[in-house]
C-alpha cells in the first residue's frame, strides 16, 4: 500500500493526516473548516483516495493558517506515499464538469514544485470562507508533493462549483498520474530520477 501518516503542530495548527493513493474513497474529515472539509471530501471520492484528515486550528481569528497547513501536511503524505515513484505514469489530466463551470487541472510529478492557477472569475467569499485561500492550498500542495500543477478554469458562473470542479479534478489528475503503469520500467524520466 502506498500510504503515509503525517502530523504537523504549530502555535497556530494541529494538522494529522493518514493518506493512502491505493483507495475506494472512503474519508473522515474534520478541519474545522466546513468548506475545506467538504472539498476534501470530494478529492478524496473522486481520487479513489482514502484519507482521514484533522485538523485543530485559530479559526476563531479566520480559516487562513489551517487552510494552508493542510496544504502542507497532505502535500507532504502524497509525496512520502509515492515514495521513489517507480512505474508511475506521472503525468495526470483531468477535465471536470460542474453544472456551469469546466475546470482543468495537469500534473507533472516531476520534483519540480509550481503552481500555475489561471482563474479569474471566483467572488471573495463562499459562505464564511475566503476564496483566495482555494490558491493558498494548492500552492501550499504542489510546494510540498513536489509537483507541477496546472489549474485552468475554462468558464464559469457559480463560485462553489467552480472550486468544486478545480478540487474533483485535481483528484482525478493525481489518480492519473499516481497510476502504476506495467509498462514503466523504473522511473518516467530520461534523468533516471523523480525525487
Sequence with gaps: MRQAEIKRNTNETKVA???SLDG?????????????????????????FDGEIK???????DDHHTTEDIGIVLGQAVKEALGDKKGIRRYG???????DALAQVVIDCSNRPHLELRCDSLKEKVGTFD???????????????????????????NTHHIIEAIFKALARALDEATMIDPRVKGVPSTKGLLT
Excluded at 475506494?24 to 471520492?45: A, R
Excluded at 485538523?55 to 481569528?61: K, L, M, V, W, Y
Excluded at 485561500?133 to 468558464?155: D, G, Q, T
Design 17 to 19: 493526516i493518514n493518506f
Design 24 to 48: 475506494e474513497g472512503k474519508s473522515v474529515i474534520d478541519t474545522g473548516v466546513p468548506f475545506m472539509d467538504h472539498m476534501l471530501d470530494l478529492f478524496i471520492k473522486h481520487g479513489l
Design 55 to 61: 485538523a485543530d486550528g485559530d479559526t476563531h481569528i
Design 93 to 99: 489530466n483531468a477535465f471536470v464538469p460542474m453544472d
Design 131 to 157: 476564496t483566495e485561500l482555494v490558491e493558498e492550498f494548492l500552492w501550499k500542495f504542489a510546494l510540498e508533493s513536489r509537483m507541477n500543477v496546472h489549474v485552468i478554469v475554462h468558464y464559469g458562473k
